[in-house]
């Protein structure tokens, strides 16, 4: 490990692979390799073609630097596609390559938090809205809100926007928390959706 300039600085931690038992030797989201590299020129993709010093605001490091080990921790990541409208659908779409085929739960509220789940905090608010989403009280109104990854860490949940006139121009935010291997995995970004 000491064989590049400037590698003297080794880990003596146990790297937090997500999940080493199966062979699955990505970084889990709470690895020590996160951020401890060495930036090497010319290295800008990782063994899965990700993107090298991929910055998760959530992880304490030095902006910029890569993670130790052929896989860069890419989070993950939740994206609305659709219009946010009375009697519309929005897909809500999560990647998590370093996580395949885990549960995750998706919830919404109206404000942002942050709920705190012991040393992590999710940016969402504990309101009724919340309450809703993740009691599975409404399940024609969040669609698939608990869910399975694929094997890339892909899925999707579907918000159906109630045919509601007064629901416009209220803000929802939604975020996906993903289950680790021993309690919570990664947590996304907050997509923040305004109704139409």
Known sequence: MNALPGAADNLDVNPGFADAAARNFLPGPQAALID??????GLDLDLMLLPRRFDDPRFVGPAGTADVGAHEWAGSLLRPFGTPAPGNVVWLLIQAPNEPFRAFQMASSLGTGPIDLGARKLALALDP???????????D?????????????????A???PNVQALRG??????????GLAGIGSISNTATLTIQ
Do not use: C
Not at 141 to 157: H, K, Q, R
Not at 170 to 179: M, N, P, Y
């Open 36 to 41: 401890r590299g060495l930036d090497v020129a």
């Open 129 to 139: 809205l919340f309450i809703l989403s993740v009691g599975g009280v409404l399940p």
């Open 141 to 157: 109104v969040f669609v698939g809100y608990p869910g399975l990854l694929d094997g890339s860490g892909d899925s999707a949940a």
């Open 159 to 161: 918000l159906v926007v």
């Open 170 to 179: 209220h803000v929802l935010h939604s975020a996906a928390v993903v289950q």
